[in-house]
Structure formats: C-alpha cells, structure tokens
C-alpha cells in the first residue's frame, strides 16, 4: 500500500511540474501578447482579457497531448469545454487581482504606466493554483 502512495504521490508531482512546464510557455505568450496590446493602446481589461485566452488555447492543447495524456477522454470538445470553463473562473480572478494592484503597484514603483506587470505576475501565481486542481479534479479527473 505505501508503494502505491509512493508511486501515486511521485506521479503527481510528476504532472504538475508538466502542468508548470505547459504553463510556463502559456504565461510566456500571455506576458508577451499583453505587453504588445498595452504598448499598441489597449486598454488592460481587454489587452489582459485577449492574452489569457491565448495562454488558454496553448495550456489546453499541451496539458491534453502531455500533462494528462494518461486520462484525457476521446471527447475532447467536453473537456475543451471543461477547460475553458475553468479558464474563464480564473480570468475572472486574473483580472481582478490584475486591475486591483495595477494602479497600487504602479504607485509603488513610480511607473504607473508599467503597475500591470507586477500585479500580472502576483495575479499569475494565484489563479496557477486554482486551474491546476479544477482542472485535475474536473477537467482530466480519471
């Protein structure tokens, strides 16, 4: 019985350092995407809104292929939808804390213009863990 816990335990550490691999990339292309909206203009509600979703597409085809191979269901369309419902909660919580320490943050650094990117990364470190375990406990539960 402790042979199998161990296995088990080993097992999910093993898929959350994918989970993170996967989400490294995503965060990558969402700070990326971000960065480039905000410089072009927009504004950060729609500019983070438009760079999650891209993360979103990313971490879903990499978390399906590699992280959870081992129980994702042949239904893709049900757990693509599954995904984005989670997604979705966590940018709702993204976009809070985002918009929340934006103006502060900036304050504090004395670049207002630049606040996003600190409340970005404190904003990415929360909703991390929130995807993670709605994702394994719903989206690619065995």
């Known amino acids: 019985m402790a042979a199998f816990s161990t296995s088990s335990s080993d097992k999910e550490i093993e898929r959350f350092?994918?989970?993170?691999?996967?989400g490294a990339v995503g965060t990558v292309l969402d700070f990326s995407l971000l960065t480039l909206l905000k410089l072009a203009?927009?504004?950060t509600l729609f500019a983070n809104s438009i760079s999650f979703l891209a993360g979103l597409t990313n971490n879903f085809t990499f978390?399906?292929?590699?992280?959870?191979?081992?129980v994702a269901q042949s239904n893709w369309k049900k757990q693509l939808a599954q995904f984005t419902v989670v997604s979705l909660v966590g940018l709702a919580l993204n976009n809070i804390?985002?918009?929340?320490?934006?103006?502060?943050l900036g304050n504090i650094l004395g670049q207002p213009d630049w606040g996003y990117l600190p409340a970005k990364v404190i904003a990415t470190g929360v909703v991390v863990f929130w995807n993670y375990f709605a994702n394994r406990m719903w989206t690619f539960r065995k």
């Open 41 to 43: 203009g927009m504004p």
């Open 63 to 70: 978390n399906r292929l590699w992280t959870f191979q081992d």
């Open 97 to 104: 804390i985002l918009l929340s320490l934006e103006g502060v």
């Open 17 to 22: 350092t994918r989970f993170l691999t996967v």
